[in-house]
């Protein structure tokens, strides 16, 4: 297998500290082996593993292949028209060709392969002990990482690149060792051995004790607990789950509860605070991929304002409703004008990714009380010049408003007084039937930084949060037959959604009160009892994820590790595109075609994922 030999290619650079521009005799673009057996060769072959996670977190094909076709994200109009590989992977046409796919599995053997090499050469480079130890485990967190993203679309993949398992290799390749007996169960035994590994050497906390000492994106003992949690919890679904599996998630997860003084983490008090923009380093941000504002060539953008492939994170452009002049959205007056111009802070409409209505209708169905739909969803346009001036709205005005439900809407509209539009839910775009293209558009990742409307974003990408360990914790405690242990950690995510700036005391109090007890009534006439115990189930948790965490990135795996995607998709998501097509076998992706037309074995089929 080609891709597996080394690329190393002006990784020594990269990022790297005290690096200046300089003229040299003889320029170097490819890196020996024997630089990487140096201590500025291991420093740098670190931060290249810190650099290779930008091709799976922010791109267009990584994003699109962890959010479209789930319970949460269906199709935009372009998804489904301009876009032929997000169209297959939203309705579940795919097949091994597909180029989102591509991303994952070209971008991670050869980190992999360089995190082997590090690992390997370690023990006779004479540097510093600390920092050894320090790049040590990152190069297993990492390669645990690039691993278990692995794991997680393809299913079992080599541990022998072709010089011996997890063994460092420099020779080109052929061969695809994916038949290897008991290869899935040595995935995971490797994948979970690394993040323990990680847990226990890396800095407690994230821009102190590191080799560099101002950074704040460096990985630290939190995100290594987290993602010991999540493997566990994900083994715990496979064939080759344990049955400690549950209750180590359990105890990984409440380490970095039971921690946060220790490991520099806690919850905001606003959840809106998480994703604010100049906000990218708070302590419920665990980790996330370094990205610098303002600064595309730094971030390894190649072509500025026209790039969608390689390392761009284009999180802030693809969640985005039509809101500009591409279809006819007409005011109450009848005017054909259109009062919004593609604008840098509504960021660029790319409609790749559309809410389900399950999304917007059940899982967010209380809107007031619940602040995380408003701090995850922008509903409302103002106008961005004077085009219906005549029709009463200016720039600035109000020019798009997409109500919560369809009798507010309605009661808006009898009042004959509103100068913009009103949208109701069922007027949102979704294939397959007229609308307008325009519905909730994510907000979390904007960018006003940016030099230009199209420009991909700067903002670091947001890998994992304090509140999904919270919620890793509850899970493994409901599957592990203690939903009471649950509880109080649910109710603590709950409690602190019901916070809004500028709330009083005492309505702030009425909607906790809401928030951590079921409600049989409406959000602004409640009826509560208590939640109990039994209210913690595996679903339950679920919805709570869509709520804390939708569009990160998440979702396809979440689904797909846990045997739910198709019952979710067809027994509640609302997709008209996914439900009718998706199958148990789309638990996995195809190995790529490319993959398999480099192998020198004839019999090709026998390494491909069933169904494909």
Same mark, same amino acid.
């Given at each position: 297998?080609?891709?597996?030999?080394?690329?190393?290619?002006?990784?020594?650079?990269?990022?790297?500290?005290?690096?200046?521009?300089?003229?040299?005799?003889?320029?170097?673009?490819?890196?020996?082996?024997?630089?990487?057996?140096?201590?500025?060769?291991?420093?740098?072959?670190?931060?290249?593993?810190? /650099?290779?996670?930008?091709? %799976?977190?922010?791109?267009?094909?990584?994003?699109?292949?962890?959010?479209?076709?789930?319970?949460?994200?269906?199709?935009?109009?372009?998804?489904?028209?301009?876009?032929?590989?997000?169209?297959?992977?939203?309705?579940?046409?795919?097949?091994?060709?597909?180029?989102?796919?591509?991303?994952?599995?070209?971008?991670?053997?050869?980190?992999?392969?360089?995190?082997?090499?590090?690992?390997?050469?370690?023990? /006779?480079?004479?540097?510093?002990?600390?920092?050894?130890?320090?790049?040590?485990?990152?190069?297993?967190?990492?390669?645990? %990482?690039?691993?278990?993203?692995?794991?997680?679309? #393809?299913?079992?993949?080599?541990?022998?690149?072709? /010089?011996?398992?997890?063994?460092?290799?420099?020779?080109?390749?052929?061969? #695809?060792?994916?038949?290897?007996?008991?290869?899935?169960?040595?995935?995971?035994?490797? &994948? &979970?051995?690394?993040?323990?590994?990680?847990?226990?050497?890396?800095?407690?906390?994230?821009?102190?004790?590191?080799?560099?000492?101002?950074?704040?994106?460096?990985?630290?003992?939190?995100?290594?607990?987290?993602?010991?949690?999540?493997?566990?919890?994900?083994?715990?679904?496979?064939?080759?789950?344990?049955?400690?599996?549950?209750?180590?998630?359990?105890?990984?997860?409440?380490?970095?509860?039971?921690?946060?003084?220790?490991?520099?983490? /806690?919850?905001?008090?606003?959840?809106?605070?998480?994703?604010?923009?100049?906000?990218?380093?708070?302590?419920?941000?665990?980790?996330?991929?370094?990205?610098?504002?303002?600064?595309?060539?730094?971030?390894?953008?190649?072509?500025?304002?026209?790039? #969608?492939?390689?390392?761009?994170?284009?999180?802030?452009?693809?969640?985005?409703?039509?809101?500009?002049?591409?279809?006819?959205?007409?005011?109450?007056?009848?005017?054909?004008?259109?009062?919004?111009?593609?604008?840098?802070?509504?960021?660029?409409?790319?409609?790749?990714?559309?809410?389900?209505?399950?999304?917007?209708?059940?899982?967010?169905?209380?809107?007031?009380?619940?602040?995380?739909?408003?701090?995850?969803?922008?509903?409302?346009?103002?106008?961005?010049?004077?085009?219906?001036?005549?029709?009463?709205?200016?720039?600035? *005005?109000?020019?798009?408003?997409?109500?919560?439900?369809?009798?507010?809407?309605?009661?808006?509209?009898?009042?004959?007084?509103?100068?913009?539009?009103?949208? *109701?839910?069922?007027?949102?775009?979704?294939?397959?039937?007229?609308?307008?293209?325009?519905?909730?558009?994510?907000?979390? #990742?904007?960018?006003?930084?940016?030099?230009?409307?199209?420009?991909?974003?700067?903002?670091?990408?947001?890998?994992?949060?304090?509140?999904?360990?919270?919620?890793?914790?509850?899970?493994?405690?409901?599957?592990?037959?203690?939903?009471?242990?649950?509880?109080?950690?649910?109710?603590?995510?709950?409690?602190?959604?019901?916070?809004?700036?500028?709330?009083?005391?005492?309505?702030?109090?009425?909607?906790?009160?809401?928030?951590?007890?079921?409600?049989?009534?409406?959000?602004?006439?409640?009826?509560?009892?208590?939640?109990?115990?039994?209210?913690?189930?595996?679903?339950?948790?679920?919805?709570?994820?869509?709520?804390?965490?939708?569009?990160?990135?998440?979702?396809?795996?979440?689904?797909?590790?846990?045997?739910?995607?198709?019952?979710?998709?067809?027994?509640?998501?609302?997709?008209?595109?996914?439900?009718?097509?998706?199958?148990?076998?789309?638990?996995?992706?195809?190995?790529?075609?490319?993959?398999?037309?480099?192998?020198?074995?004839?019999?090709?089929?026998?390494?491909?994922?069933?169904?494909?």
């Amino acid at each position: 297998m080609y891709r597996f030999a080394l690329i190393m290619i002006a990784f020594g650079c990269l990022m790297a500290p005290g690096c200046t521009k300089r003229l040299e005799e003889k320029p170097f673009t490819v890196f020996t082996i024997e630089y990487l057996k140096t201590p500025t060769g291991m420093q740098s072959a670190a931060v290249a593993l810190y /650099s290779g996670m930008r091709y %799976l977190y922010g791109p267009i094909g990584a994003i699109n292949s962890m959010n479209s076709g789930t319970d949460e994200w269906t199709l935009g109009d372009q998804g489904y028209t301009n876009n032929p590989t997000n169209l297959e992977l939203g309705t579940y046409r795919l097949n091994s060709t597909n180029g989102d796919i591509l991303t994952p599995w070209n971008r991670s053997f050869n980190n992999i392969n360089l995190a082997n090499g590090i690992i390997e050469f370690a023990p /006779s480079v004479d540097m510093d002990a600390t920092i050894k130890t320090t790049i040590v485990a990152e190069a297993r967190f990492f390669r645990g %990482l690039y691993y278990f993203l692995l794991v997680q679309q #393809f299913g079992a993949v080599p541990v022998d690149l072709g /010089s011996g398992e997890f063994k460092f290799n420099q020779s080109p390749f052929q061969g #695809f060792n994916r038949l290897t007996p008991d290869l899935f169960k040595k995935n995971y035994d490797m &994948i &979970i051995e690394d993040f323990n590994y990680a847990t226990q050497n890396l800095p407690s906390r994230r821009g102190t004790g590191h080799y560099y000492a101002s950074s704040g994106y460096n990985v630290s003992k939190a995100v290594a607990y987290h993602m010991l949690a999540k493997a566990y919890l994900y083994r715990a679904y496979s064939t080759v789950k344990q049955t400690t599996d549950f209750r180590n998630a359990w105890t990984a997860a409440k380490y970095v509860i039971d921690n946060q003084g220790v490991l520099g983490t /806690s919850l905001l008090q606003d959840y809106g605070d998480i994703h604010k923009e100049g906000n990218d380093y708070n302590t419920e941000i665990i980790y996330a991929v370094e990205r610098i504002p303002g600064n595309p060539f730094d971030n390894e953008v190649n072509s500025v304002g026209t790039e #969608f492939a390689g390392k761009a994170n284009m999180s802030c452009n693809l969640f985005n409703a039509n809101y500009q002049n591409n279809v006819t959205i007409t005011l109450p007056s009848g005017s054909g004008a259109f009062p919004c111009d593609r604008v840098l802070q509504y960021m660029r409409p790319l409609r790749q990714l559309c809410p389900n209505p399950w999304l917007y209708d059940s899982a967010f169905a209380d809107k007031k009380n619940d602040s995380r739909f408003d701090n995850s969803f922008r509903t409302v346009w103002l106008a961005t010049n004077n085009n219906c001036a005549s029709a009463g709205v200016s720039t600035g *005005d109000t020019a798009y408003f997409l109500a919560p439900n369809k009798p507010y809407a309605d009661s808006l509209r009898a009042l004959g007084t509103k100068r913009y539009r009103i949208l *109701d839910p069922t007027q949102f775009y979704l294939p397959l039937r007229p609308a307008f293209q325009l519905y909730p558009s994510i907000k979390k #990742f904007d960018d006003n930084r940016r030099a230009g409307i199209n420009d991909a974003s700067g903002r670091p990408y947001v890998v994992a949060k304090l509140s999904e360990v919270y919620l890793e914790a509850a899970e493994a405690a409901i599957m592990d037959g203690r939903p009471g242990d649950a509880l109080p950690l649910i109710l603590a995510l709950r409690q602190r959604a019901a916070y809004r700036t500028g709330l009083s005391a005492a309505i702030l109090a009425q909607r906790v009160a809401v928030m951590t007890n079921k409600n049989t009534g409406t959000p602004d006439v409640p009826v509560l009892t208590p939640y109990t115990a039994a209210d913690m189930t595996l679903d339950f948790v679920m919805t709570e994820r869509s709520r804390e965490l939708c569009g990160e990135s998440l979702r396809w795996a979440d689904l797909a590790a846990r045997n739910l995607l198709v019952e979710y998709l067809k027994n509640r998501s609302r997709n008209a595109v996914a439900a009718p097509n998706v199958q148990a076998f789309h638990n996995l992706r195809p190995i790529p075609q490319s993959q398999l037309d480099a192998m020198n074995d004839p019999n090709k089929s026998q390494y491909q994922n069933p169904g494909y």
